[in-house]
């Protein structure tokens, strides 16, 4: 089953890592780490930008960050183009041109949110005011599968609240992360955005460096939890999305044709390379049959090709080490007796192509349905009774989102409050907004991004309590 040309190696020296055009296998250039003394050389300069930045009047912030929303637009289809080259996701659909419409809307709407200084108290003997001050040198640790989008979630609402940001772009993805961070400081101040780039160590030298006063963290638990060690050293704040196994719950007689679109870019937005994806579906034993059946007419209309191409809507899978974990998976859940529902059409390309592919005939304890497959297979799982479906969703270390699909929302609301999940969606699935707080429960992560919440995540809370 594999495709010998993906023995290309990656690593060129022990500091060096290639990056690959995913769809091609085409070298894009070579990823080098950058070295602790530029590091703390980059960190120097940014705590004096921070200083000159913070000091600025904040509406003097806010019109630079609205040029960066703006910069960001003109190059949209330029960056867009780098995406897919890098990252992998195609140009059209829900892909990179979607990518840098987010980062646009990403970029505005902290632009354009205030948080003022708040009265939290006052009688006749005092009054405390509440002031959120920026808290420094922001390290963000951006991903791979969202590369200029999770970037911007990081960067712009520290950079809003007066922080500098140094950026260490997921190793898979560096290119096209500086060809943005170039394009934003065209208009933002020198030294207050950084990059520092590699594979290895140059994540953990950065998060654990004592200047760093916030860690913004985007990947998988096991190296959330390497950040949150690393943290201890400098005691950092911080913001952690480790992703997710969400759980669906398709509730006795949906209304299919309504909801199947919606139902398949849940789970298969990204080739399922998203935190927020649905990663397990939970449907009534009654409405099973139907519901497989539809699921699988859906996805055999779905192209998938090159990125660049302009038919395809799905694309490779970005990377070989996430290639081989998903087909790991796969190969173990032919193993154990699973049906294999449907499985798409490989296109004849080079690179790290997995078909669309939905399973049934497995539960939890399966591994396809406890592990995180961040890949385009769906576990399909029966259920008899609404609580055991319930009781399964639960039934995980993460706890990103949820979704309960159901023409009857009210009785979807009911079941939504009994996920643990930092977000329920019903009839939609990771369907996130700039204004709405988004984090996990459980081992998903803490904190929250976006909206006011987001802004405050970035801030040190300062008190000025005044005797009367
Ligand atoms: P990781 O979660 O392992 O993150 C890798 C990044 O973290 C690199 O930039 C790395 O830089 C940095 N890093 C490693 N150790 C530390 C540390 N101690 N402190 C700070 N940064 C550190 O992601 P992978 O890309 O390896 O993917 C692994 C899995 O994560 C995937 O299979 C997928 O399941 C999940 N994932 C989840 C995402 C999400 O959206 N939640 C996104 C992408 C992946 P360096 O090597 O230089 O230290």
Redesign the pocket.
């Known amino acids: 089953m594999e495709n010998m040309s993906f023995a290309k190696e990656t690593h060129t020296t022990d500091t060096a890592f290639l990056s690959l055009n995913p769809s091609t296998l085409e070298v894009i250039g070579e990823v080098v780490n950058t070295s602790r003394e530029e590091i703390d050389a980059r960190i120097e300069k940014a705590k004096k930008a921070q200083k000159q930045w913070a000091a600025r009047p904040d509406a003097e912030r806010k019109d630079i960050l609205l040029k960066v929303a703006d910069v960001l637009q003109t190059h949209s289809k330029h960056l867009a183009e780098w995406i897919t080259r890098e990252q992998g996701k195609p140009l059209n659909g829900p892909g990179s041109q979607f990518e840098m419409q987010a980062c646009v809307g990403w970029t505005q709407v902290p632009a354009s949110l205030d948080l003022p200084e708040e009265v939290v108290f006052e009688d006749d003997t005092r009054k405390d005011v509440l002031y959120r001050n920026p808290i420094g040198i922001v390290a963000a ?1 951006a ?3 969202w590369p200029l989008m999770i970037a911007i979630w990081q960067i712009i609402p520290s950079l809003r609240m007066g922080n500098a940001v140094i950026i ?1 772009p ?2 898979y993805t560096t290119y096209c992360s500086i060809e943005m961070i170039n394009l934003i400081n065209t208009v933002l101040p020198a030294d207050l955005l950084q990059v520092v780039t ?7 030298y950065l ?1 654990s460096h004592p200047e760093i006063g916030k860690i913004m ?4 638990i ?2 959330g939890k ?2 949150v060690e ?1 943290s201890a050293n400098n005691m950092a704040r911080l913001t952690l ?3 997710g196994n969400d759980a669906g719950i398709i509730l006795p007689g949906l209304d299919l044709a309504k909801h199947i679109e919606n139902i398949f870019w849940g789970a298969f937005l990204n080739m399922g390379q998203t ?1 927020a994806c649905l990663k397990r579906l939970y449907v009534h034993e009654d409405d099973y049959e139907k519901t497989v059946q539809a699921l699988a007419d859906y996805s055999s209309r779905i192209p998938m090709g090159n990125g660049a191409d302009e038919n395809a809507v799905l694309g490779p899978i970005q990377n070989k ?2 290639y081989d ?1 998903i087909q790991d998976l796969i190969r173990d859940t032919e193993n154990t007796g699973a049906d294999f529902i449907f499985r798409g059409q490989k296109p004849d390309l080079e690179g790290y192509f997995i078909p669309v592919t939905l399973v049934g005939n497995v539960d939890n304890g399966d591994r396809i349905v406890d592990e ?1 497959q ?1 890949g385009p297979v769906l576990p399909i799982i029966k259920y008899k009774t609404v609580e055991e479906a319930i009781e399964k969703a639960n039934d995980s270390d993460n706890g990103l989102g949820a979704s309960v699909w159901s023409d009857d929302v009210g009785q979807a609301q009911k079941v939504a409050t009994q996920l643990e999940a930092g977000t329920v969606w019903i009839n939609q699935h990771g369907a996130i907004h700039p204004f709405v707080p988004f984090g996990g429960a459980k081992q998903s992560g803490y904190g929250v991004e976006f909206g006011i919440e987001g802004l405050k995540a970035v801030t040190v809370p300062k008190v000025i309590s005044i005797k009367k």
């Open positions: 640790i991903p791979w599968n260490k997921s190793e590699g594979r290895g160590e140059v994540g953990g998060t963290f985007t990947g998988s096991a190296t390497k950040v690393a999305e480790c992703g935190c080490m996430q974990k995180e961040f």
